[in-house]
């Protein structure tokens, strides 16, 4: 059973998981581009003189947040920021990217600061929402992201103390993910034996669960905002 | 609800799933950065009052229909049946907002809540709920496009008196022609509103600015809008239009009502005529020296309330400041203003229904900031804002007057 469960989350899952991202996100613009556009536009006052540097610093500086709770502002662009930084940190392990390969491996992670910076975020996130007024307006789709969220956070970081505080029996080595991630990009899947023999397989296993199911519900979800942001943004600048 | 029935709502919401709305419909993410932004959840404690509160009265209904998880999971969005608690929610929702869109300055996505209050609009249409004042409203507009010949000879017999006024006004030796009426190629159409004010002041300033204009036959107001039907807000924008069109005008000229300006000027699409607020043109008069007004003649302290529709959703900021600026010795700031400036409480034709409580009660960030200034006089220039000022006025008893643009702007003309 064990066998079968960590084949798939480490197979099948991880495919399952990156065709439903990239697919479900364009479905879901193919679903926006094909509905009727409006016949005037919505504009709202004033507007930039740049219309799209004025979005791009909406959509990264997050002005709305900052008007309205600057704790939450600060949470906010703490988890955005982390949240890039790692994906980019991933990017590193899943193929040969020299660019990102310049900054060393351990440094990219944030040195185990970025695992941290996510967790606590969002630990302030799921507190926030059991707050007045924002439980009310909250749904299971609100807690059950950020518990996904947490949790891929929380094993990510649990191997990357194993490797970074040299506990040589839990370790997997790096250049193992790497053999791993690039057989899957050359589908070639491989199942290296110091990951699968480590006794942290397991961590392993539930950290890469987690992150699939996070992805495959990426655009399916709420957090398809990270796409929908941009054309949103500029529907009050036409 | 009958299946039939159901049907009938489910294409009615289709219906409304335009580009923006799809966005706006899956990307909130109930950060509740908007929640306090809107003035009615600050004078009643409801998070039906609140923008998300709102919109997700519409998103629940929406994933119910249109997600695979209302259908499988109906808890994981908390997706709801349109039964007759809904129906009564989305009615609360609906029109207790006033599409101030003042949510859209405090959501980081920009989400435009008034929009998403047109898909409660329509379900109350379809489900024969939507108010009786705003149906009968808009079909006496549609009504009158429909029929216009009929109603021309008593219109026009309203303005013979009113030229009386305008001719006593100005000194004018005879009141003839004073408020021409299907006058071709004129430069302006000028729309008004049912009231005589709304007629005679602009005409004044017309006059004294020896404009060549023309009076519409027809109201500014959209109540089809009001009411979220888009089939009759387009019929009624369109009887201006079309008159326009067939008078070969260069420019429409708006009363003081916001929601009338911003139908021609942004909601119906690229026309063949240019579209001004009466505000900017009395603006425009100034800068050209067509008109002169006595500098200093407010001595009270004067303050300025942005109409929602004018301001944030219109870009018309700077014109009325700087005609009050002139008009006034002690012009004073609201704050927050502008752009942030809090909705009156009157839009979205709330002031035409049977609400005045729940107006007074909405209105308290308005009365908050109106009390804060000092001012003694609070000029606004929408027909709507001013008749919810005055709301606020009498339901808080604040030792204010309540005045129109236009109405100071004849008053002092310098003639």
């Known amino acids: ?102 900054i060393p491996h351990e440094v990219f992670l944030g040195a185990g600061a970025l695992g941290v910076t996510l967790g606590v975020s969002v630990i302030y996130f799921l507190f926030r929402r059991l707050h007045t007024p924002h439980r009310e307006i909250s749904v299971m789709e609100d807690y059950v992201l950020l518990l996904l969220l947490f949790f891929t956070i929380l094993f990510g970081s649990i191997l990357h103390m194993a490797d970074r505080y040299g506990m040589t029996a839990l370790n997997i080595p790096v250049g193992d993910y790497r053999v791993y991630f690039s057989s899957l990009l050359a589908l070639k899947p491989r199942m290296p034996v110091m990951i699968t023999a480590s006794p942290h397989f397991i961590i392993f296993i539930l950290h890469l669960f987690f992150a699939n199911l996070v992805l495959i519900m990426f655009p399916f979800t709420k957090m ?15 | 609800m009958e299946p039939e029935k159901l049907q009938g709502m489910k294409d009615a919401i289709r219906g409304r799933l335009t580009k923006p709305m799809r966005y706006y419909l899956d990307l909130c993410t109930r950060c509740g950065l908007c929640y306090e932004s809107c003035h009615v959840i600050q004078g009643i404690h409801k998070r039906e009052y609140s923008p998300v509160g709102r919109a997700e009265v519409v998103r629940k209904v929406f994933r119910k229909y249109f997600r695979p998880s209302g259908k499988f999971l109906p808890s994981w969005g908390e997706a709801t049946d349109l039964d007759d608690r809904v129906m009564d929610e989305l009615l609360d ?65 309203v303005i013979y008196d009113l030229e009386k006024q305008v001719q006593e006004r100005l000194g004018l030796p005879s009141p003839e022609g004073v408020i021409p009426m299907e006058k071709k190629n004129a430069n302006i159409l000028y729309v008004a509103l049912a009231g005589a004010r709304s007629i005679v002041n602009p005409a004044i300033i017309f006059n004294a600015a020896k404009e060549d204009w023309t009076l519409s036959f027809f109201e500014a107001v959209n109540f089809g809008q009001f009411l979220g039907d888009p089939e009759k807000m387009k019929f009624i924008a369109n009887r201006v239009v079309n008159e326009a069109k067939e ?169």
């Not at chain 1, 398809?224 to 036409?238: D, V």
């Not at chain 2, 489900?127 to 496009?145: F, H, I, Q, R, Y």
């Not at chain 2, 009498?394 to 109405?407: I, N």
Request: positive net charge.
């Open chain 1, 224 to 238: 398809i905002h990270a796409a929908f942001i941009f054309p949103a943004l500029s529907i009050k600048r036409k």
């Open chain 2, 247 to 415: 008078l070969g005008v260069k420019e429409v000229v708006i009363v003081e009502c916001g929601t009338a300006y911003r139908i021609p000027k942004f909601m119906l699409g690229p026309l063949p005529f240019k579209v001004t607020s009466i505000v900017e043109l009395i603006h425009r008069y100034l800068k050209e020296g067509r008109i002169k007004l006595k500098e200093g003649a407010l001595t009270a302290p004067v303050t300025y309330h942005d109409p929602c529709q004018l301001g944030r959703n219109g870009g018309v900021f700077e014109e009325p400041r700087e005609i009050l600026q002139i008009l006034a010795k002690d012009y004073r700031e609201m704050s927050p203003t502008r752009e942030f400036n809090w909705c009156c409480g009157g839009g979205g034709g709330l002031v035409a229904l049977d609400n005045e409580n729940f107006r007074i009660k909405s209105g308290k960030p308005k009365r908050d900031q109106i009390v804060a200034t000092g001012a003694k006089v609070v000029v606004s220039a929408c027909e709507n804002c001013i008749s919810q000022l005055e709301t606020i006025r009498s339901g808080y008893d604040l030792d204010v007057e309540v005045r129109y643009l236009t109405e100071i702007v004849a008053e002092n003309l310098v003639v």
């Open chain 2, 93 to 157: 929702a609906a029109f207790s907002c006033t599409g101030c869109r003042r949510c859209v300055m405090h959501c980081p996505f920009g989400i435009d809540t008034g929009l998403i209050m047109g898909i409660a609009k329509v379900l109350l249409i379809e489900n024969g709920t939507a108010p009786e004042e705003l149906l009968m409203l808009s079909d006496a507009a549609v009504e009158k496009g429909k029929s216009i010949a009929e109603f021309k000879d008593g219109y026009r017999s």
């Open chain 1, 1 to 102: 059973m064990w066998e079968f469960f960590s084949y798939f989350v480490m197979v099948p899952m991880v495919y399952i998981a990156f065709a439903t991202l990239i697919l479900g996100i364009i479905f879901k613009f193919i679903v926006v581009y094909r509905s009727p556009g409006i016949p005037g536009r919505l504009p709202v006052f004033p507007m930039e003189k740049s219309k799209t540097l004025g979005l791009l610093k909406e959509a990264f500086t997050i002005p709305a947040a900052f008007r309205g709770s600057k704790p939450f502002w600060f949470f906010l662009v703490l988890f955005h920021a982390a949240f890039t930084l790692v994906f980019l940190g991933h990017l590193e392990l899943a193929g040969d990217i020299p660019v990102l390969r310049s």
